[in-house]
């Protein structure tokens, strides 16, 4: 490196360096080598090799088509692309940083193998509508695969929530108990949330479907081409109406690590919870041995570490976004090189969101809930208060508020006491509020209470089994 910033005559080729083959026509000497390692993608953008070289086998195709290459040109060309697929699927073909990109890369092998005819497949297209093209065959392909991956997530939870639809267990709002609801309700929340994942993502995977290809740099090109072919032989919709757009817009990327950075984020709440429960102090449930590990040093440890590990990775994937939003902020029309910069957050985003869904899948399907522990747990601190309230209201007709307060005290005279409220005597109730009769015991119990709350979305078993039944069928 040091060599090469020192030497005076800075365009004299350097050893080792020729200029670059593709595009160093005008060129007299190659890249510095800090050039090169800067410039080069091929490093992680050799990830998109399939979607190139269909890329570009749509485009040799529709170029014979339209007369704008020989039939033989084209045939050569996909044969050759062809050839260089089965090259890098067995791992013989070899990668040149020299040539930068995967592009690059695939179209230099193609000239070794089809001699001429590879030089004609770069009409009327370039770098820029290829790689935008490539990108978008990459994000929607990793949409359908996060897809498939919340969904098995989803089916797991529901088996969770059908097993578990009459488990009675602590609610919480501000980690402080609260009321009891069901195991398989509390399952359900997270599989409403999952759902809306899919949503974002299927919303993305519908915007970003219109083809790039033939925007060329950023002004289309004169050669006949037709756009419409090579659009729906790679499976979008449409062709992207506006060349400059199609090359300069990277919001797609944006949209698919937004999507991917709330469901990390729900990914990393539910994880927190199976940290929580699976301590020795909940003991709510317990994570096979699959999913957790043992300490070096202490012999009875049982640490969550897929959950810990799931529960992180939202900053990974939230920093991807946030990464790229700054890269796109701010850019010129159309292309600037800066959007190379969007690959590596891209594709470490959707790896860690990857194994997440399948570390939280495998854990869900794992895992065991102490129905007891549960049960002990949903009846400590008061957690049926708001049913005894709520008996107030209904059999004496007290306003709510009146009834809160007649509660709180029912609540401070059981805490004296040291007993819950399905314990504490009747008699010492009715000091209080001279209106209860035993049949309050009857609404006390954590099981009467989950029960009862049978609204349209409410925490009943009879509710929970419904919903079930709904994402059984959705999800089949
Ligand atoms: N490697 C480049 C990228 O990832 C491909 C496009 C290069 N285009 C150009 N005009 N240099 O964006």
Known sequence: MAEHSESGAKDQPQPGAAANTMWGGRFKAGPDAVMAAINASIGFDRRFYGEDIAGSRAHAAMLAARGIISEA??????????????????????????????????????????????????????????????CKLWVRKTIDATDAALAALMRALVAQAEAGAGMVMPGFTHLQTAQPV?????????????????????????????????????????????????????????????????????????????????????????????????SVQFGFVRLSDRFTTGSSIMPQKRNPDAAELVRAKVGRIAGALVALV????????????????????????????????????????DMAPDAGRLRAAAGSGFSTATDLADWLVRVLGMPFREAHRVTGRIVALAEAEGCDLAGLALDKMQAIEPGLTAAVHDVLSVEASAASRVSYGGTAPVRVREQVARWREELA
Not at 92 to 105: G, K, P, R, T, Y
Not at 246 to 254: I, K, N, P, W
């Open 182 to 278: 069901t195991w398989g309700h509390h399952m359900l929340a997270y599989v409403e949330m999952f759902n809306r994942d899919r949503g974002r993502f299927a919303d993305c995977r519908a915007r970003l479907n219109e083809c790039p290809l033939g925007a060329a740099a950023l002004a289309g090109t004169s050669f006949p081409i037709d756009r419409q072919m090579t659009a729906s032989a790679l499976g979008f919709e449409r062709p992207a109406a506006n060349s400059i757009d199609a090359v300069s817009d990277r919001d797609f990327v944006l949209e698919f690590l937004a999507a991917a950075t709330i469901c990390a984020g729900h990914l990393s709440r539910f994880a927190e919870e199976l940290v929580i429960w699976s």
């Open 73 to 134: 040109d084209g045939a050569a060309i996909d044969a050759g692309l062809a050839q260089i697929l089965a090259e890098i699927e067995s791992g013989e073909f070899v990668f040149s940083e020299a040539l930068e990109d995967i592009h690059m890369n695939i179209e230099a092998r193609l000239g070794e193998i089809a001699g001429e005819a590879a030089g004609r497949l770069h009409t009327g297209r370039s770098r820029n509508d290829q790689v935008a093209t490539d």
């Open 326 to 365: 700054l890269v796109m902020k701010g850019l010129p029309l159309a292309f600037a090189k800066d959007m190379q910069e969007d690959k590596e957050p891209l594709f470490d985003a959707a790896d860690s969101l990857a194994l997440a869904l399948a570390a939280m899948a495998g854990m869900v399907g």
